[in-house]
């Protein structure tokens, strides 16, 4: 049902929203291949970093919030996911930053 819904989100041309959802049910690959399989003008990796640097701000925040109130484990887990949406910008950086 989901894969419909951003086939939806493509046609309308709402290209974010179609990438956010990928990022959100876990399709990274699927979010990557889809930025880099379309109109460079469009500046579908920079969305696709912005959103991945949103989400490791958001996580961020969240694991120091739960620190502040000495929920240690359930913090950790909010840094291991702010870790890897890090990781994973660079590594879209890493991996397009010669390619224009």
């Known amino acids: 049902m989901l894969e419909e819904e951003i086939l939806l989100l493509i046609k309308e041309n709402k290209h974010k929203e179609a990438i ?36 490791y701000e958001d996580n961020k925040e969240r694991y120091e919030r739960l620190i502040e109130e000495k929920q240690i484990t359930k913090g950790l887990e909010f840094k291991d996911k702010a870790n890897r949406f890090r990781e994973m910008a660079l590594n879209v950086m890493r991996n397009h930053s010669s390619k224009n």
């Open 20 to 55: 956010k959802r990928y990022v959100d049910i876990g399709k990274y690959a699927k979010a990557e291949e889809f930025c880099v399989n379309r109109d460079k003008s469009l500046g579908l990796l920079t969305t696709l970093l912005t959103i991945y640097f949103e989400q």
